[in-house]
């Protein structure tokens, strides 16, 4: 299935710096989101460090004979040893860490890694589903019944993480199977678009906004409409459809 895609980030309107970074490869095989903390420097030498160590990796591999989930795996624990290497070189920038989610299309069923919260979404039909669970406090503690999912959008702790690359202690990554069909819409983002927007309304863009691109630049428009405070990324892939097509 032909697959349509494009990318977008933007400072917002509070930060000086986008510590964001993301990844298309030009062949549409692979997209990484990432983003970096740990100061102005820090977050973004740590998502741009991320990003092209995963993108390296999965190029030098991608014909390897190993299956797609121990490509991901690979890349990922490259990009954070990539970080550590740096954070050893460079001690005012050990605090720095970055979250990623990557799909690769591969074989016959893509896949999809992912560390921290930076999400991935698939949009099919009218039903928005969230494919990754964020590495949060707060997603634990809605997990497990401590709180509500209304409660968990303002919690204070809401940013803390519990896992991130950049960290000695990395020993496991997510990596999932990602089902697809003609007409899915995928959403790789940073928590400047998730923060800003629910789920309602991320969906009711991508519903209303075939082409990908004026999706993007809507769904980015629409978070710093609603607050802005965050760097904001989004990645759409659209798999296309004799019955959906983008227009």
Sequence with gaps: ?????????????????????????????????????????????????????????????????????????????????????????????????????????RDEQPCCAHIGDSRLYRLRGAKLEQITEDHTWVARAMKIGEITPDQARVHPWRHVLSQCLGREDLHQIDVQALSVQGGDRLLLCSDGLTEELSDQLIASHLKSIRACDRAAIALIDAAKNHGGRDNITVVIVAIDSLQHRDS
Aim: charged share 20%.
């Design 1 to 105: 299935m032909k697959r349509l895609f494009t990318g977008l980030t933007d400072v917002g309107l509070l930060r000086s710096v986008n510590q964001d970074a993301y990844y298309i490869d030009v062949d549409g095989r692979f997209f990484v989101v990432a983003d970096g903390m740990g100061g102005h420097a820090g977050g973004q030498e740590a998502s741009r460090l991320a990003t092209q160590a995963i993108q390296a990796h999965l190029l030098d591999y991608w014909e390897s004979a190993e299956s797609s989930r121990a490509l991901l795996e690979g890349a990922f624990f490259k990009a954070n040893q990539a970080i550590l290497a740096d954070q050893r070189r460079h001690p005012e920038r050990s605090d720095m860490g970055t979250t990623a989610v990557a799909i690769i299309f």
